[in-house]
């Protein structure tokens, strides 16, 4: 697969204003700087803004991206400069719909739902105008199932509900057999589910099926 330079976008999830990339946790007041969960971006706080460097002094990949460099664990969360971590997908990567799809899925599965956002967000960026709403909607959904994983309930079935949302105007077209219908059923359910409970979900246990006809992997 070749890696090609895209528009600097920073640090995958970035997209998602709302959520602190230091705590994951989703701003009720994302116009005002730091965040009021972990205090990231305020005084008391390691970094400014919403948790990234910025600047000279702000993380880059090879290529020049701006690229957060701490490690992070399973579920993206960031550990300590120096710790070690869970190897985080290649940004940039050119792949078909299919092959982005059966990636993404493939993570799912594993219990890595922000590795796969980090697939879907490619192909968000890379999509043509058409599709860009049905890929950012599926990246949406994943980012939602890391935070339900993490135990950020509320921001986790904020985030599962955006993306139903977003997908829900390709229900009618079945673009590469996307399950569209399932995946918002998926995430109506989930939703409901986290918000009667106040404690993690197992990842890989709750993954959806991105496809129709897709029976799941083998036990």
Not at 96 to 117: I, K, T
Not at 148 to 170: E, F, Q, S, V, W
Not at 171 to 193: H, M
Request: hydrophobic share 35%; aromatic share 4%.
């Amino acid at each position: 697969m070749n890696v090609t330079r895209r528009d600097e976008g920073g640090d995958p999830a970035c997209w998602l204003d709302q959520v602190c990339q230091e705590c994951g946790r989703i701003s009720d007041r994302p116009e005002e700087p730091g965040c009021e969960h972990c205090g990231a971006g305020t005084d008391n706080g390691t970094a400014t803004g919403t948790g990234a460097k910025t600047g000279a002094g702000r993380d880059r990949d090879a290529e020049g991206r701006a690229r957060n460099a701490r490690p992070r664990d399973g579920l993206g969360r960031p550990l300590p400069y120096g710790a070690p971590g869970v190897e985080r997908q290649p940004e940039g990567v050119e792949r078909s719909p299919r092959q982005a799809l059966a990636e993404a899925q493939d993570l799912l599965d594993r219990g890595l739902p922000f590795h796969a956002h980090e697939v879907l967000e490619d192909a968000w960026k890379a999509a043509p105008e058409p599709e860009r709403q049905l890929w950012r909607g599926l990246a949406q959904l994943a980012v939602g199932l890391t935070h339900a994983a993490r135990g950020n309930t509320k921001g986790g079935a904020a985030l599962l509900l955006r993306g139903a949302g977003a997908i829900a105007p390709y229900e009618d077209t079945v673009p590469y057999d996307i399950d569209v219908p399932g995946l918002a059923a998926w995430a109506q359910n989930l939703a409901t589910r986290l918000g009667e409970r106040d404690e993690p979900v197992d990842a890989a246990g709750n993954a959806p099926r991105l496809c129709a006809g897709d029976a799941g992997p083998a036990e």
